[in-house]
């Protein structure tokens, strides 16, 4: 049995085509607009949120007589107001690295606004089990010596598996059946990876929701590490949220502004 811990790597935030975004700003009249954004993606939205109301500056919609100024006040606005739907505009790509199969079914439950690519274990074989192991388990010896004495168990019977069906030298797409049908023994708690991708309204929402005392304790140390990612990346979007320690080391990541 492998010992592992959850790890959480930011693969791609947005990039905003400067040649594209001019041209449209001239198409729209507000060709001398500037933004003191941040960030791409704060830049994009800002973008997108003015789009909606020719808020570029006074005169491009006569209903409008003066506009709110800078990046940040812009957005507290869109928070405050829960206007959404423009803050769909910007996305994040991350890796969840040694997180158990348990948290992935959790995340993938979040499917609006999101896009998901799993580690095959039909396809990638099995030799050792590697685990996080739980508080709950990991201080408590009685409890470890039990965890770790049906991990090992099952660790060894993929090996015993791979000889008995002799999957070595066999074509791949036999191995991949093989495998398939041997990864039925591995605990639910074995670490997998997640490349997990979200826009910025369903990031705010699952940060809130999976970083609350009652979220199970893997999925709120994931999600407290992509808050914490997501304050330095966005700070005028995220810079809402405060960490609210908890007992077990984690953090509850609570915003001024609840479901955007």
Same mark, same amino acid.
């Given at each position: 049995m492998k010992h592992v811990e959850p790890q959480v790597f930011l693969l791609a935030r947005p990039a905003i085509n400067e040649q594209g975004l001019a041209a449209y700003?001239?198409?729209?009249?507000?060709?001398? *607009?500037? !933004?003191?954004?941040?960030?791409?993606?704060e830049k994009l939205i800002e973008v997108a949120g003015r789009s909606c109301y020719r808020s570029f500056e006074p005169g491009l919609n006569p209903n409008v007589t003066r506009v709110r100024e800078g990046s940040k006040s812009y957005l507290e606005n869109i928070l405050k107001v829960k206007h959404g739907?423009?803050?769909?505009? &910007?996305?994040? !790509? +991350?890796?969840?690295?040694?997180?158990?199969?348990?948290? =992935?079914?959790?995340?993938v439950r979040h499917r609006a606004g999101t896009a998901i690519s799993q580690e095959s274990l039909r396809f990638v074989r099995l030799t050792e089990i590697p685990i996080w192991l739980p508080p709950e388990i990991r201080e408590n010896p009685e409890a470890l010596a039990i965890f770790e004495e049906v991990v090992e168990t099952s660790e060894k019977a993929q090996q015993r598996l791979a000889e008995v069906l002799e999957i070595e030298g066999r074509p791949f797409h036999e191995k991949k059946v093989l495998t398939s049908a041997m990864r039925r023994v &591995?605990?639910?708690?074995? #670490? !997998?990876?997640? @490349?997990? =991708? #979200?826009?910025?309204?369903? %990031? /705010? *929402?699952? @940060? $809130? &929701? /999976? =970083?609350?005392?009652? &979220?199970?304790? $893997? @999925? /709120? %140390?994931?999600?407290?590490?992509?808050?914490?990612?997501? !304050? /330095? $990346?966005?700070?005028?979007? +995220?810079?809402?949220?405060?960490?609210?320690?908890?007992?077990?080391?984690?953090?509850?990541?609570?915003?001024?502004?609840?479901?955007?």
């Open positions: 700003l001239q198409a729209v009249g507000a060709h001398g *607009w500037a !933004t003191d954004a941040p960030s791409a993606a739907s423009v803050i769909e505009h &910007a996305n994040w !790509t +991350f890796a969840f690295f040694n997180v158990s199969r348990i948290l =992935t079914h959790e995340v &591995a605990p639910d708690g074995v #670490a !997998t990876t997640l @490349i997990w =991708t #979200a826009n910025a309204r369903t %990031l /705010r *929402w699952v @940060i $809130e &929701a /999976r =970083t609350e005392p009652g &979220a199970e304790v $893997e @999925i /709120r %140390l994931v999600f407290g590490k992509v808050a914490e990612f997501m !304050t /330095r $990346e966005a700070p005028n979007l +995220f810079g809402d949220f405060k960490p609210i320690p908890l007992p077990d080391g984690t953090s509850q990541w609570q915003p001024e502004h609840s479901k955007v």
